[in-house]
């Protein structure tokens, strides 16, 4: 086998924004095990704004699959760039063929990849993805490939925040009436598909019970995309939580929900990036499941979902439920989510810097 040049690795992770956060182990684990001189991170456009100031990554490089690089043109001109740029090793957890493909063509010489992925014959290097680990654990086990020890793909998700963010984020929430006393429970109602999101109605309700039985602010979060469902919401609950839409940026996402006690979310990329600030969070899914390996990977956290035969529908949950029924999403009250999240706040909670004992959450069938 090839010897391995270290002076000039890549790493392509084009998924969804929670997967390029579930990546963030496996960059830092290579920064720390590996001889690396430089590391560049090859993602789409969110990625990259998220993970613009990320101490690991040298270089943050665009894909952008859905824009302007669309199709076999963009696939070409992208693979052209990234031959000039002169990688010795290139590393993706991304099962696609097109991932697979493009690295071929960039003409990278070590391709380093899973034999489950539909393009396994374009790497010259497979680790076996494990689908019963979570998906942490799968991207580090790749690394096996490289000589990394099965013991050792074990790591708790980490993202290190600029503390400029942070100040500028506190100074942004104390203009909307919320200062550092204030203890502060974030709702994330988003997600990117609809049937991975619970009701409204059932968001709204919560946050009554929330300001009713707590001393508490309650935050909702969501992008541009996540408008509408954010002032369905609070159209329902007359208004008795804060919306941070339009008022801050992905790159300042982190920091708000540093500020939170609790984190209550669907199964989201926000999900993951609470976990990865060590922020206790309430997890509830819907469509998906989780044994797909997509679950907070963190002791501190409850995970709420209704057993049901028909779930998972779909890997990444759909656009409408199969049978149109929804069950997954109308069969669970907030009665107990409010309640896990009163049991994480019995608990006292995990401040920002504090270390990670264990990566499993408790599962709750309601």
């Known amino acids: 086998m090839d010897a391995i040049h270290w002076d000039n690795v890549l790493v392509l992770q084009t998924s969804f924004l929670g997967d390029t956060l579930l990546t963030l182990p496996l960059i830092d684990t ?8 430089r590391l560049s991170l090859l993602c789409l456009p969110l990625g990259r704004e998220l993970l613009q100031d990320h101490p690991a990554i040298d270089e943050i490089l665009l894909y952008d699959k859905r824009g302007g690089d669309r199709g076999v043109a963009g696939l070409r001109r992208r693979a052209a760039a990234l031959r000039a740029k002169g990688f010795t090793l290139a590393i993706t957890p991304h099962k696609s063929f097109r991932s697979a493909l493009l690295l ?18 374009l790497f010259n290097r497979r680790a076996r993805r494990d689908s019963a680990r979570h998906d ?3 991207n580090l086990s790749i690394l096996q490939a490289l000589g990394l020890g099965p013991e050792e793909c074990r790591r708790a998700l980490d993202f290190p925040l600029d503390r400029s963010v942070q100040e500028g984020v506190d100074r942004k929430l104390r203009a909307l009436g919320i200062d550092e006393h204030d203890l502060v429970i974030g709702v994330n109602p988003g997600s990117v598909w609809p049937t991975k999101r619970w009701s409204p109605a059932g968001f709204a309700s919560l946050i009554r019970m929330l300001r009713a039985g707590l001393d508490c602010r309650v935050v909702l979060f969501g992008g541009s995309d996540d408008a509408a469902v954010v002032e369905a919401i609070q159209n329902r609950c007359e208004r008795a939580a804060i919306s941070l839409v339009g008022h801050i940026s992905l790159r ?3 920091a708000a929900i540093s500020r939170c006690a609790v984190f209550v979310t669907n199964d989201s990329g926000p999900m993951h990036l609470a976990v990865a600030r060590r922020i206790p969070v309430v997890a509830i899914f819907c469509a998906t499941t ?3 390996g997509f679950y907070p990977y963190t002791a501190d956290a409850i995970v709420l979902e209704k057993d049901l035969a028909c779930r998972p529908c779909a890997s990444h949950g759909g656009r409408r439920c199969p049978l149109g029924t929804e069950d997954c999403i109308r069969q669970i009250g907030p009665q107990p989510v409010f309640e896990a999240v009163a049991k994480l706040l019995s608990r006292g909670g995990s401040p920002a810097n504090s270390p990670q ?5 408790e599962f709750v069938a309601v």
Not at 30 to 37: A, G, S, V
Not at 104 to 111: D, N, Q, V
Not at 357 to 361: A, C, D, L, Q, W
């Open 30 to 37: 290579l920064r720390e095990r590996f001889p690396i001189e």
């Open 104 to 121: 071929f063509l960039a003409g990278i010489p070590t391709r380093v990849g899973f034999r489950e992925s539909r393009g396994w014959f």
């Open 136 to 138: 942490v654990e799968r």
């Open 252 to 254: 300042e996402l982190a």
């Open 290 to 292: 989780p044994s797909l």
């Open 357 to 361: 004992p264990s990566f499993h959450p």
